[in-house]
């Protein structure tokens, strides 16, 4: 499978914002439901947020709501979060996935979904 590319994690203090951006090379001709998790050290990973193939739909973990913002991009099987507001506990690897048949409301991982590598954001207070 051909891969997911992340950017945009890094360093910042509390109150901070970041702009995690998310592409999904290939895929010319089959759109994807896209996400993002994240796992903190000692911790299971968990789902942050996802938005539909279209745009439309979107949905987010308790923890993320009213900070966090997911949009797709206007180049195809492209997503962002922005995260403002961050907090000490949002520190944690993060990391996209995308599914053309993930039910993204479930907030469950996709079976059979590609993942990036994954992209270190660190808040310190």
């Known amino acids: 499978q051909l891969p997911l590319v992340e950017s945009g994690g890094g360093s910042v203090q509390a109150g901070g914002s970041l702009r995690l951006s998310c592409a999904a090379s290939?895929?010319?001709?089959?759109?994807?439901?896209m996400g993002w998790f994240r796992q903190a050290p000692g911790k299971e990973r968990e789902f942050v947020a996802a938005?539909?193939?279209?745009?439309?739909?979107?949905y987010y973990a308790e923890s993320a709501k009213g900070r966090f913002t997911i949009a797709r991009g206007d180049a195809k099987n492209t997503v962002y979060l922005q995260m403002n507001s961050l907090k000490p506990e949002d520190t944690a690897v993060y990391y996209c996935?995308?599914?053309?048949?993930?039910?993204?409301?479930?907030?469950?991982?996709?079976?059979?979904?590609?993942w990036g590598q994954g992209t270190q954001v660190t808040v310190s207070s």
């Open positions: 996935a995308a599914s053309a048949s993930w039910t993204i409301a479930t907030m469950m991982p996709p079976s059979n979904g590609r």
């Open positions: 290939g895929g010319v001709f089959i759109s994807y439901n």
């Open positions: 938005i539909s193939k279209n745009g439309d739909s979107t």
